[in-house]
């Protein structure tokens, strides 16, 4: 067997437990923790029993294996006597309040009702317990902003008095945060307890995270990804949040820190990469030195106090105000340390390029227009562990360098006013340069050529992949018919595709896969493998978590071992990570990404693709550009000057582009600028493609809308996509007959789209194909690594089968309904023997139980053994008898296989389900 090559769930168990114990951000820590194994505790909080691995939405629908609580990991080897009155006292209410599930996508509610305590009770639980646990959770996601209110933001009338009574009783206190953004903080002051840390949402190892730190098997050494301010009200884009119709970005670059240091360090309740440690370090410089590239420093880390652990060490860069103005300090690298025992050393190399800390100028004031420019004047460079606490380090002195120069792209119609530093540092306003030029003269002078169509002539994608081949000779064989489909995602739970999965790519018909093209699968999502036919995946830890390690090496090493999880999956590309900035603690979608700095979010991005590349895959990440609320995301226009586009909201996914070698990006709902950006010319072609030199695919989100220039958006203009260069529309039923009604052939015949650009798209898609698990299998080039998770994959189904219940097939069989678990996200196995082989057809009769949403869709998979047999999908409105069959795979007499059903959601009510044999 190769070494390091095998899907070793014990290794990616581990990496995921570290992940989280390396991300969980020790806030305040007044000599309570560590706390030693063995000790009595009590625990307190609904979140404790119901700890929230992910946050909602494509985001978090993983189907897992046992997600252990912190009961019982606390409470079990390495943790604490729990104490045993009060966690009967839970079990008794819960028994009476269950778990709140929500009706459906985006209504989930995002905390628990918190059980009352009185007085007597938490007096009575520290009186046989030192130490307490008070655990508060949130979830957050998709469809559903957070809001400043109690159960959102704020915490709720019963956490707030579970605080009091228990911080004001127990000598030691410890506030567990399992949430997936920044909440309110103001309490800390109000009730003072002993520790307060953000443990985020650690997939399903978390709790087991969580544990390590408090135990002190591992030292807390993760740092925030975020400022903590006072109040939503304190963020700079507070103003322009939230709205209906249009955000103006009228805060600019002074996003996060940026802003804070600059204009409002006083309404900083924790700095930007704060986060506390068991022990103490001392970080110097040794030196720093300009290169051709940038500034290189070398800083010595040692550790000076009493036990191991980790440090991260942060440069910041305080350029001169010059004429642009600038942010008081721009991170511009971090690096951290291996785990240093007591009194070692480790020098650190933080390596910052120009561009970094460089400017772009897109007004000209500096006679550089459409320029990133270092102005005049000395640079000043900080070193430490915070933004907060960082001490000046070195100085440099630079004349007016242009560091890239560029042309003006996707800069805004609407004319605005942003935020700038003045003469004397306090807050100033400036317009905003708007376009000069639209998008379209520029598409219209750069037009692709275009290749005369051959028809088939007997090329095959594999003659392109052996070189024998040029891929405009492959592609020139495709008739309109063909280059219209081939655009056109499939999905969801394309049957071409790995089942459950959001969408294939490329052979989406049988005219495409007849040239050789396979169908790719895409995934959700960031936080592991979303497969709706209920296959189990490992699920991740969140993108904020992974962000608060700084450990990007950790981060790669975890993203290779669900490289090797999709690859087993038969997954191409996992759509995450998610890239998009912090730009307000509201967004219900922060869980999913990294960071208010880009930075940072750049690199933990090429941290995850280096990682999935070892093993062939790949992933998908978005939402370029500008996705920052939920809130009416379809719709809301996102306006923002092409400084602030340039230097943070487009900056890490450049980073992931040309440092992590990204070849696949999802677009966004929203419109920028004008444009829907699955529609925007000049943020997917100029900049993407032309500026980044990116040769990858383009995809929307799904159901995403295009436009023209002043006209509306619909999922129908998928000609305007494809001018854009986003090469395929996500998703439709059926890509050949073109189900989605788009406006391609219609746009074709008319001149609004030419053949070439088609072509061209088809090209991106096959290029893409090319480096693929799915082009590799299909022609039959696969490696003693594919037989080996093959192998494991067959491995889970036979375990899977065996707990089945057990089912003779002899011409037909009656299924007791009862038998079938009809609940949320369930499976119910049946492990058949088959007596008379044959074809078989499953009869299933089913309607919607009263209650559910006329929209709600209500789904059911049912597979044979490893093969997808069917999805029957009812909606809330079915609420009379309906009938559905489903054809089995023949079957051997004398053989068994796994019938399995899979439940996506619940309110689907069974009346019959057999087994017939065909005659």
Not at 35 to 59: E, I, K, M, P, V
Not at 87 to 111: D, I, K, N, S, V
Not at 685 to 706: H, N
Request: aromatic share 10%; hydrophobic share 40%.
């Amino acid at each position: 067997m190769m070494k390091n090559t095998m899907l070793e769930m014990s290794r990616y168990a581990a990496l995921a437990r570290q992940a989280v114990a390396e991300g969980i951000v020790l806030l305040k820590n007044e000599a309570v923790l560590p706390l030693a194994s063995g000790g009595r505790a009590a625990l307190f909080g609904y979140a404790q029993f119901h700890y929230y691995q992910s946050g909602t939405g494509s985001g978090g629908l993983v189907n897992t294996a046992h997600v252990p609580n912190l009961p019982e990991v606390l409470g079990g080897p390495d943790g604490y006597q729990l104490d045993a009155e009060v966690q009967a006292r839970y079990a008794a209410w819960l028994a009476e309040h269950p778990y709140e599930m929500g009706t459906g996508w985006a209504q989930e509610p995002w905390f628990q009702p918190e059980m009352p305590l009185d007085e007597d009770f938490v007096r009575a639980a520290a009186q046989r317990a030192e130490t307490a646990f008070i655990v508060i959770g949130r979830t957050a996601g998709e469809d559903q902003d957070n809001s400043n209110t109690p159960g959102s933001f704020l915490l709720t009338e019963g956490e707030e008095n579970m605080l009091a009574l228990v911080c004001r009783h127990f000598k030691k206190s410890v506030v567990l945060l399992n949430v997936g953004n920044i909440i309110d903080m103001q309490w800390v002051m109000r009730y003072n307890p002993g520790a307060v840390a953000y443990i985020w949402q650690g997939g399903q190892e978390g709790c087991r995270g969580v544990l390590d730190v408090l135990n002190g098997t591992v030292n807390p050494c993760g740092k925030l990804p975020d400022t903590i301010a006072c109040t939503p009200a304190d963020y700079p884009a507070a103003d322009h949040y939230g709205a209906d119709d249009r955000n103006i970005y009228a805060e600019d670059i002074y996003v996060g820190y940026r802003y804070f240091e600059t204009f409002a360090p006083e309404k900083v309740l924790y700095p930007f990469g704060f986060g506390l440690s068991y022990t103490k370090f001392e970080v110097r410089l040794l030196s720093a030195d300009e290169t051709a590239d940038g500034i290189t420093a070398f800083a010595a880390v040692q550790n000076t106090g009493s036990c191991p652990g980790k440090e991260v060490v942060q440069l910041y860069c305080t350029a001169p105000q010059g004429r642009l103005g600038k942010p008081s300090k721009v991170l511009c690298a971090f690096a951290k340390t291996r785990t240093l025992a007591h009194g070692e050393s480790q020098t650190l190399t933080l390596k910052a390029p120009w561009r970094n800390f460089a400017s772009y100028d897109d007004s000209g004031v500096t006679g550089h227009k459409s320029a990133f420019v270092l102005e005049a004047g000395e640079y000043r460079f900080s070193l430490g562990t915070d933004v907060r606490s960082v001490e000046e380090a070195f100085t440099v002195t630079l004349p007016l360098m242009v560091v890239e120069q560029l042309e003006s792209a996707a800069a805004p119609a609407v004319a605005f006013e942003r935020l700038r530093p003045s003469a004397d540092g306090t807050p100033a306003w400036e317009p905003v340069p708007t376009e000069e030029e639209r998008p379209e003269p520029r598409r219209a002078a750069r037009l692709p050529r275009e290749w005369l169509q051959t028809g088939d002539k007997g090329i095959r994608l594999r003659d392109v992949a052996d070189g024998t081949t040029a891929m405009a000779d492959f592609v020139a064989q495709f008739s309109d018919e063909e280059l219209c489909t081939i655009v056109r995602g499939e999905g969801m739970n394309s049957p071409r595709v790995t089942p459950g999965t959001a969408g294939a790519i490329g052979g989406v018909s049988d005219a495409l896969q007849r040239y050789g093209l396979p169908a790719a699968c895409c995934s959700d999502g960031p936080s592991g493998i979303r497969m709706d036919c209920g296959t189990v995946a490992f699920a991740m830890p969140n993108g904020t978590c992974l962000a608060a390690t700084f450990n990007e090496g950790l981060s790669e090493e975890l993203y290779s071992m669900e490289g090797l999880e999709l690859r087993k999956n038969h997954v191409d590309t996992l759509l995450g990570p998610g890239i998009n900035i912090h730009r307000h603690p509201l967004n219900g979608r922060n869980f999913e990404y990294f960071s208010e700095d880009p930075l940072l979010t750049g690199k933990m991005a090429c941290a995850q693709l280096r990682g999935m590349h070892r093993w062939g895959v790949t992933g998908t990440i978005k939402h370029f550009a500008t996705n920052n609320q939920e809130h009416r995301r379809h719709f809301v226009e996102s306006v923002v000057s092409e400084r602030a586009l340039r230097e943070i909201y487009l900056r890490g996914f450049e980073i992931a582009v040309k440092e992590g070698h990204a070849r696949s990006i999802m677009t966004s709902y929203n419109p920028l600028n004008g444009y829907w950006t699955a529609s925007n010319y000049d943020l997917v072609t100029t900049i993407l493609r032309g500026q980044w030199c990116y040769t990858g695919i383009v995809m929307s989100d799904w159901w995403a809308e295009g436009n023209d220039r002043d006209g509306a958006g619909s999922t129908k203009h998928v000609a305007a996509m494809v001018r854009a260069q986003n090469d395929v529309f996500m998703v439709v039923t059926d890509p050949e007959h073109n189900s989605g009604s788009d406006d391609l052939a219609v746009a074709l015949t008319e001149g609004r789209l030419i053949r070439g650009e088609l072509q061209r798209s088809a090209a991106n898609i096959c290029r893409f194909l090319l480096q693929t698990p799915a082009f590799r299998r299909s022609i039959g080039r696969t490696t003693a690594l594919d037989a080996q998770l093959e192998a494991m994959a067959e491995q889970d189904m036979q375990q899977a089968a065996q707990n089945g219940q057990p089912l003779t097939l002899h011409g037909g069989v009656s299924i007791d309904p009862a038998a079938i678990d009809n609940g949320y996200r369930r499976t119910t196995a049946f492990c058949v023997m088959v007596e008379q082989g044959g074809a078989y057809t499953l009869h299933l009769r089913c309607r919607a139980m009263p209650g559910n949403s006329p929209l709600a869709q209500i789904p059911v998979s049912i597979f044979a053994g490893r093969v997808f047999v069917k999805t029957i999908t009812i909606t809330g409105a079915q609420t009379d008898w309906c009938e559905f069959t489903a054809a089995l795979p023949a079957v051997d007499a004398g053989k068994t296989f796994y019938l399995r059903f899979y439940f996506g959601q619940s309110g689907m009510e069974l009346d019959a389900v057999t087994l017939d044999l065909l005659s």
